[in-house]
């Protein structure tokens, strides 16, 4: 003990980056010297990025080693550890959130922690809009609603501008508005005339955008949040623009009819939709395939989509995956979609398809009550049967994978690197939504890094929402 107790401090740090969480807090123990050596902030910033990669603590460091790496490596792995147990009370606590008097059409996180800076303090903010009219922001960890619009017409769909913080509603009277996230306060109306409507909150070149799909099959742009038309386009003539995306750097709005199986989707280049030259065409195409039922832009590519058509009868199906790029010359700009993958997908005849995508390359396809996960080339490396009744919804992060069901339950399953076929997922446990004889079962999910939030459609027409917090 005597040679290691000499040894310098330098050499000592050296020797504890070898070593592991618990072995590192067993060697602070030791001495004063190597109590010392282990606080280092340099190692548990270390283990902090290569076990995340994405953390930055560096506005919540104090002197005092209240907020420092350790704390944040040791919070943080704390909560995790609880969100892969998943046992009830010890590790979260679920709020049942009652107020809306109508169907929930949607609802979406305005605020959350997003597990990259302060998992030390978090008050995640849920808005929700109902059919009866209201739009609802909820305090998720008090369980309690933080403002409620007035009734009006029964809503259709909502999204959020979490970096204005401002909620945007459309109702069946044709009639979109934005909200101010704080306190509900309304900012503008735009009267779009259609009764149903698909929304896409967008950002671009610093710049806020609503991207609106009409049930006549166009797209309409405008500013947010005071809802002033930038440009208008025909997608599908006559068949309902119900699927928006946006692509990762923000170039590309991916538009399709999941109602018109003989129509091909089209992406549009981001600048000629939300700032349209008098002297310039609109830049955009059609993609090589007929129909869409499900697509999805891979979040850790610039602009790599996934795609799986669909001609109505739902049973072996093409997934499609496709980079897109912009090929421009002196007199003009042309998108290009080049086909990097295509696979068939097994798809049963009476469910809907969901389909979500996790870094690169990891492509995850709900059906039925079965959950699939692919590389984009098409190698199936986990395949799951865990729900009595279909998946509705999907939430997918970095660390977790959550399925909202029809038979009432949610079910988590975390990522974890296979040897053999690399990343994949691990199933952990069911989160239960209450009872049957209230309740038609989930159908929608979202979460943030520490909460997970599903709509429960209920016998009565009141829909609830039920949170459940993961307590740090």
Aim: hydrophobic content about 35%; overall charge negative.
């Amino acid at each position: 003990m005597e040679i290691w107790q000499s040894l310098p401090l330098d050499c000592l740090i050296s020797i504890f980056s070898l070593l592991q969480e618990e072995d590192l807090i067993r060697a602070s123990t030791v001495c004063k010297d190597w109590c010392y050596a282990a606080e280092t902030p340099w190692l548990w910033r270390r283990m902090c990025l290569q076990r995340w990669s994405f953390c930055n603590v560096s506005q919540h460091l104090s002197d005092t080693g209240t907020h420092s790496w350790k704390a944040y490596y040791l919070r943080r792995s704390h909560l995790e550890m609880k969100m892969k147990t998943g046992r009830s009370c010890a590790d979260y606590t679920c709020k049942t959130l009652r107020g809306h008097t109508g169907r929930v059409v949607g609802f979406e996180y305005l605020s959350g922690n997003d597990g990259r800076s302060d998992v030390w303090k978090s008050s995640p903010v849920v808005c929700s809009a109902s059919t009866d009219g209201t739009v609802k922001a909820w305090d998720i960890h008090k369980g309690v609603s933080v403002w409620s619009s007035p009734a009006q017409s029964p809503m259709q769909d909502i999204t959020v501008d979490p970096g204005q913080s401002v909620v945007v509603t459309s109702d069946s009277a044709g009639t979109i508005k934005t909200w101010k996230g704080s306190s509900g306060e309304e900012l503008a109306c735009f009267l779009s005339g259609f009764s149903e409507t698909t929304l896409l909150a967008f950002s671009y070149k610093d710049s806020s955008f609503l991207m609106v799909g009409t049930v006549v099959g166009s797209l309409l742009a405008l500013t947010c949040p005071a809802l002033c038309e930038v440009s208008r386009h025909v997608v599908c003539d006559s068949f309902r623009l119900n699927l928006l995306l946006s692509s990762p750097d923000k170039k590309w709005i991916f538009t399709a009819s999941k109602e018109n199986f003989n129509s091909s989707p089209k992406v549009f280049y981001s600048e000629s939709v939300c700032c349209p030259a008098e002297d310039e065409d609109i830049v955009c195409d059609s993609l090589p395939v007929s129909g869409c039922c499900a697509a999805v832009f891979l979040p850790s590519q610039p602009a790599r989509l996934a795609v799986i058509q669909s001609d109505g009868l739902f049973t072996n199906k093409t997934l499609a995956v496709f980079d897109l790029a912009l090929k421009e010359s002196k007199y003009k700009k042309e998108p290009q979609a080049q086909q990097v993958a295509c696979f068939g997908v097994e798809l049963s005849q009476r469910s809907d398809v969901v389909l979500e995508a996790r870094g690169n390359s990891t492509l995850l396809v709900a059906d039925g009550n079965h959950l699939k996960v692919y590389t984009f080339k098409g190698e199936l490396v986990a395949s799951f049967q865990d729900h009595l009744q279909p998946i509705s919804a999907l939430c997918v992060d970095s660390f977790r994978v959550v399925t909202a069901s029809r038979d009432l339950s949610l079910r988590v399953l975390t990522w974890r690197n296979d040897p053999e076929h690399g990343l994949t997922l691990e199933s952990q446990y069911h989160l239960l939504g209450g009872s049957f004889t209230r309740s038609r079962g989930f159908t929608n999910v979202a979460c943030d890094y520490s909460s997970i939030v599903a709509s429960a459609e209920s016998l009565d027409g009141k829909d609830v929402l039920k949170a459940y917090t993961f307590d740090f």
